[in-house]
């Protein structure tokens, strides 16, 4: 019914979708799988008329086509569900499906017992929203559906109601594309997955019974991870199975370490746009990892604000048995707090800079950078120039935008610039997300070498695998309250799974 | 000269002043709703008020000249519309441009016009009948005793808010000014939205210049405006951007405004000096009061394009 | 072999045509701008290259044309790098004109208290008081902005016309000079006033513009607070990770902003005015974001932007007199020059540098 033919797109110098085809048929739910990164958003941008591919072709019953815009798809029939709701907050439930083109007074079946439409979208929960959406993109009696990861905010009740009313759709005739990387909710909803990397299409399953057969989940795994060229196994340890979580490997012995950072009962109140944190505690020792794991919006960059010092709550933060001034991010940074944060482009680095200037953020005022308010250029060219030898940082130009560097360029540049501000703690926001597996070796090396030298981590993420790889200990961050850090070993891969998604 | 006169004669001056102001700051709230940020009201204003005033003085025709005013806008507003909106430039930059070139063309065409004559128009609009205007004490004149278009304005500045709050028309441009990926998204145009709203903030910008020529003033000169259509855009932000909240802001500063002619038809004598300075100390006085917590349209003087805006690509 | 023929190597993008880099938008903007005052010329039934000539032959190459020139660019680079200063703290400072005039009256009034002292002194003593009273004026739109988040681009156009009304009250009454009937300042001699250079009308207002243009270079690039006042402009959420108080640092641009615009006040009435008239208004304010953006941003392009506009000052003096051409000319010829230059500067970037229209910076 609606096929694309070898989409490509890239940008800059990363290749987001590289000849992709996928054909989709009327009543399936055809699954796309694929890691972050893996271009899976993307395509489903170029289904939707929202991105125009480089090269490709577009085919809808056979005959060619091209989506201008997300109103030629619309009017073809395909309508998206965003990752990034497109929803307006100002507005009322009622008002948001008017501007669909809901004309009827009263809301469709699937909101009316929900609300009375009067709501306002800012005020209901992220699962709420996520019906509106899904409601609003039913309007115009779309026959292909797509949905970008539609249950990363999900409860898994909620996530249970969505495919109930999925294959309610497929009943009725619709297709739906299901953009995820959870592999189980694939299997579990899809007739067909197709499994992207990098990019590239790496293979396509299809079943046609209720069920997928044992085998198919690790089948799945080879397809989304794969191996490198070069042979490092860059993503090999997902680990999905016990005897992999037995052979996972941190080369040093477990050693005793004294507790560095400790965090008590931390709460913050209320505010709209933000989750409360409610009477978190967690400590750090030295030399370790301690990863706080979690689906997104659920209090992790809220945390991270307040253990960096940057954000004010009721609490105390001890640093070495010492407790620190929370919200004055500048005693925190002095006394050897570093913050690595996921929004690299927002807050992470200052656009119209330049490579050296942004290398120096945070520190403009310190030695050796200036003296008594006199920048120091050749010391800033100087640090600049040493950083982007040891991290290869693509261009060398220490004068180099930053806005001309490669995500993973980037995100080399805080790190270097966070550990040179390091020496106790280092709080780390996903930092691997979105890197190319070189980076992301690089970047693991570089924060491992911290810990060798008796550096604690404070490591948010949203990919458990990692958390499980890497860290020492482990704990669920679920509704702005966090479950006590446990040793990662056998067997506690299902419980922080559950957790989750379900809390405790 | 009794209290009760002068009472109906500020009253009646301060409601006369108030109408252009409400017209161009409904027309600013109109855009800003859609996301555009029009720095170039006062310049629109100027357009109108300069091309109203010459067309009833040669046309002899109160009705023509406000038509001719509006239209000047239109074109105005088509004009910040498809450099602001489809080319995608700078707002900010562009409405100062519009405003000097406005009050630059304005004064060039005013002086290759007429010289170093100062003509006004004949007479003031026609009104009703007296006994109508008399038959209520006080407020009679100043509710009863304006000319036609004085009611016009207000039925005008009405049917903006209904069109807002009420109709689809205004829906989109409520979702475009807050969010033009989710307008985008359910298949709408954001360019033709944007340009409509654009072109209606014009066409109200350029009347309510009109209106100030031939209603209230009756004739033009150079920067006659003397920054009503920035006070316009001041009083949109703190109508918070409804129609009806914006008139009422109007009439107190329209007041404000008028006051200084109002003393003097009274003989009050103040220096003119306060009376010219309190509108623009009245607004300064009401944003410090109410500007805290004031939320703006989220992408007001964002610049959509599509590539970049719809979706965001890690 | 080419390519260094008709491209050049821009650094880190592509190729670009010399004829669309950066550095040749404000010359298509000039260019765009004489275009639509020649259309305009012909709809009025001027002859448009008749009256161009005129302009050319005057104000140009006129030796006293190129002194005029610099004469009023003067003013104009103080104004420039006011607009400037703001703008890279992420902030518009429109208040220009209200700053120019409260400085003017401020640098009259001293300067004719200090007329007994040397010049020196005088011109001192009227500097610092212009400083003292734009930075004072410019302080209030900055602490509603800095404090409470309220737009500065509304504050401070409301600020001029209350500044025009509020000094010109002041000349007539208190601060007038009771022995003229005109409402002004008392004047300053003309051996008071600015010395002038080698014999030409320029003064020494230019060497104290051009060396704070440099100042103001130095002070952007080379120290903490020039950096850190960038970051604010650039990205105030980074500059707020950074632990820059962005608050602060706005307030502080727009103060600072408002103190160098008063110069160009005392600079006018210590040159070429004399003393402060009531209803004066040299209209700065608009004239200065042109300039600042046909320098394209930068620091060394306020100079031959001034000089721009010097000359458009200028051309308006002398073109009525010469080819019967009303000075707004030159106001619509600047309008689409301003309109001709937004256009380029979203071409080329990502951000201005925008206020957020109503919303308050977290302090």
Redesign the interface.
């Known amino acids: 019914m609606l096929e694309a033919k070898c989409i490509t797109k890239t940008y800059g110098r990363t290749t987001a979708n590289d000849c992709l085809t996928l054909s989709i048929r009327p009543g399936e739910i055809v699954g796309v799988l694929g890691e972050n990164g893996a271009g899976k958003s993307t395509l489903l941008a170029i289904l939707a008329g929202a991105i125009q591919p480089d090269s490709g072709q577009l085919l809808l019953n056979g005959k060619s086509t091209a989506f201008g815009s997300p109103r030629d798809a619309l009017r073809a029939g395909v309508s998206i569900v965003f990752q990034h709701f497109a929803l307006i907050h100002t507005f009322t439930v009622c008002e948001q499906m008017h501007l669909a083109g809901w004309r009827s007074r009263e809301l469709p079946d699937l909101l009316g017992s929900r609300f009375s439409g009067n709501e306002l979208i800012g005020d209901i929960s992220l699962g709420s929203r996520q019906m509106v959406e899904i409601a609003r993109a039913l309007v115009s009696r779309p026959r292909v559906l797509l949905l970008d990861e539609p249950t990363s905010i999900l409860t898994s009740a909620e996530t249970q109601q969505l495919f109930v009313l999925l294959r309610g759709l497929k009943e009725q005739g619709m297709s739906v594309v299901f953009v995820t990387h959870k592999l189980h909710e694939a299997m579990e909803v899809c007739d067909r997955i197709v499994v992207l990397r990098k990019g590239k299409d790496v293979g396509e399953l299809e079943w046609s019974r209720p069920g997928w057969p044992s085998g198919t989940d690790a089948g799945l795994l080879r397809l989304m991870f794969g191996r490198d060229e070069d042979g490092t196994d860059d993503a090999a340890p997902q680990l999905d199975t016990p005897e992999l979580q037995v052979a996972r490997s941190r080369d040093l012995p477990k050693r005793e370490t004294g507790s560095l950072f400790c965090v008590q009962e931390v709460s913050t109140r209320d505010h709209p746009g933000s989750q409360a944190l409610h009477r978190v505690s967690l400590d750090v020792g030295e030399g370790e990892i301690c990863a706080i794991v979690g689906v997104d919006g659920q209090g992790q960059r809220e945390l991270a604000t307040v253990c960096a010092g940057y954000a004010p709550a009721d609490g105390t933060v001890y640093l070495q048995w010492r407790a620190l001034p929370i919200g004055d991010a500048g005693a925190f940074r002095r006394a050897g707090i570093a913050y690595l944060t996921d929004d690299r482009m927002g807050e992470g680095t200052v656009p119209g800079f330049t490579l050296e200037e942004n290398l120096i953020l945070k520190r403009q005022r310190e030695w050796p950078f200036s003296r008594r308010g006199r920048l120091r250029p050749g010391r800033v060219r100087d640090r600049a120039r040493e950083e982007v030898s040891r991290w290869r940082i693509e261009p060398q130009n220490p004068q180099a935008p930053i806005r001309t560097l490669s995500g993973g360029n980037i995100q080399k540049v805080l790190l270097a610039r966070e550990l040179s501000i390091a020496s106790s703690l280092l709080i780390a926001n996903n930092p691997s997300q979105g890197l190319d597996s070189r980076t992301r070796t690089q970047v693991w090396g570089a924060i491992k070498e911290f810990t060798d030298g008796q550096g604690g981590v404070l490591l948010f993420t949203t990919d458990i695998n990692e958390a499980l790889e890497r860290a020492d200990r482990v704990g669920v961050m679920y509704e702005g309250a966090v479950s006590p850090l446990t040793p990662v070993g056998d067997g506690i891969r299902s419980d922080l799974e559950h957790m989750m998604v379900a809390g405790w | 000269m009794n209290i009760e006169a002068v009472i109906t004669v500020l009253l009646s001056v301060a409601l006369l002043s108030a109408v252009p102001l409400a017209l161009a700051s409904v027309g600013e709230a109109v855009g800003e709703r859609a996301g555009l940020l029009n720095l170039g009201t006062e310049g629109i204003m100027l357009l109108g008020a300069f091309t109203g005033f010459w067309v009833s003085l040669e046309s002899r025709s109160l009705a023509l000249g406000l038509l001719a005013g509006a239209l000047t806008g239109v074109v105005s507003g088509l004009l910040f519309g498809v450099i602001a909106v489809v080319v995608g430039a700078d707002q900010v930059l562009l409405g100062l441009g519009i405003t000097l070139g406005g009050s630059g063309l304005t004064s060039f065409l005013f002086r290759e016009t007429f010289g170093a004559s100062q003509p006004l128009l004949p007479g003031s609009m026609a009104r009703p009948p007296g006994d109508l205007a008399d038959a209520l004490p006080i407020v009679g004149p100043a509710l009863l005793g304006q000319p036609w278009f004085f009611y016009l304005a207000w039925v005008i500045v009405a049917g903006a808010e209904l069109m807002l709050r009420g109709t689809t028309l205004g829906l989109r441009i409520r979702a475009v000014g807050e969010s033009p990926i989710a307008v985008d998204t359910v298949g709408i145009s954001v360019v033709s939205t944007r340009m409509f709203a654009a072109i209606i903030a014009g066409a109200l910008s350029g009347l309510a210049g009109a209106s100030l020529s031939i209603v209230e003033l009756g004739f033009f000169q150079p920067n006659v405006t003397l920054g009503t259509g920035f006070i316009a855009i001041a009083l949109a932000m703190l109508g918070r951007w409804s129609p009806w909240r914006i008139a009422a802001m109007a009439i107190v500063f329209g007041s404000l405004r008028g006051l200084g002619s109002g003393l003097q038809l009274i003989d009050v004598s103040v220096q003119s000096e306060f009376t010219r300075m309190l509108p623009y100390v009245g607004v300064v006085a009401a944003l410090l009061l109410s500007g805290r917590g004031m939320r703006a349209p989220s992408a007001l003087g964002q610049t959509w394009v599509r590539r970049r805006g719809a979706v965001r690509v890690r | 072999m080419t390519a260094h023929l008709g491209f050049k190597e821009t650094g880190?993008?592509r190729p670009r045509l010399i004829l669309t880099s950066k550095w040749m938008d404000p010359l298509w903007a000039v260019l765009f701008a004489l275009t639509c005052g020649a259309v305009?010329l012909i709809v009025?039934g001027h002859d448009p290259v008749l009256a161009y000539r005129e302009w050319v032959e005057r104000a140009i190459l006129r030796p006293s044309g190129i002194q005029e020139t610099f004469v009023r660019a003067i003013p104009l680079l103080f104004t420039g790098m006011a607009v400037l200063l703001a703008l890279r703290a992420g902030v518009?400072n429109?208040g220009i004109d209200g700053q120019v005039l409260v400085g003017a009256l401020a640098a009259a009034v001293t300067a004719s208290s200090l007329v007994d002292m040397s010049a020196v002194v005088m011109w001192a003593g009227a500097a610092v008081a212009a400083l003292l009273a734009g930075a004072t004026w410019a302080s209030?739109p900055a602490l509603?902005r800095g404090r409470?988040?309220?737009?500065e681009?509304?504050?401070g156009?409301?600020?001029?016309?209350?500044a025009m009304?509020?000094t010109?009250?002041l000349v007539?009454g208190p601060l007038g000079d009771p022995a003229v009937v005109l409402p002004q300042t008392k004047l300053i001699p003309v051996e008071m006033r600015l010395s002038t250079l080698g014999g030409t009308r320029v003064h020494i207002g230019l060497l104290l513009a051009v060396a704070l243009v440099g100042c103001l270079g130095w002070f952007l690039?080379?120290?903490?607070?020039?950096?850190?006042l960038?970051?604010t402009g650039?990205?105030p959420?980074?500059?707020?990770?950074?632990?820059i108080p962005v608050a602060g640092y706005i307030i502080a641009a727009l103060v600072a902003s408002g103190a160098i615009a008063a110069l160009a006040g005392a600079n006018d009435v210590l040159s070429t005015k004399g003393a402060f008239q009531g209803e004066w208004n040299p209209a700065y304010g608009?004239?200065a974001?042109?300039l600042v953006?046909l320098g394209q941003r930068s620091v060394v392009g306020l100079v031959p932007a001034a000089l721009v506009f010097g000359q458009l000052s200028y051309a308006a003096d002398v073109m009525p007199r010469a080819a019967d051409v009303?000075p707004?000319?030159?106001?619509?010829?600047?309008?689409?020059?301003?309109?001709?230059?937004?256009?380029t500067?979203?071409a080329r970037s990502?951000?201005?540098g925008?206020s957020?229209?109503?919303?308050?910076v977290k302090a």
Do not use: C, D, P
């Not at chain 3, 409470?148 to 737009?151: A, M, R, S, V």
């Not at chain 3, 690039?221 to 850190?228: D, I």
């Not at chain 3, 959420?237 to 632990?243: K, L, M």
């Open positions: 880190w993008g305009l009025t518009w429109i209030i509603l409470l988040g309220i737009n681009i509304i504050t156009i409301m600020f001029n016309y209350i009304s509020m010109s009250w007539k690039t080379r120290t903490v607070a020039g950096y850190e960038r970051a650039a990205s959420a980074a500059a707020a990770h950074g632990q608009f004239v974001f042109a953006f009303a707004a000319f030159f106001g619509v010829i600047e309008g689409a020059l301003l309109v001709a230059l937004a256009v500067v979203w990502t951000s201005v925008r957020g229209f109503g919303r308050g």
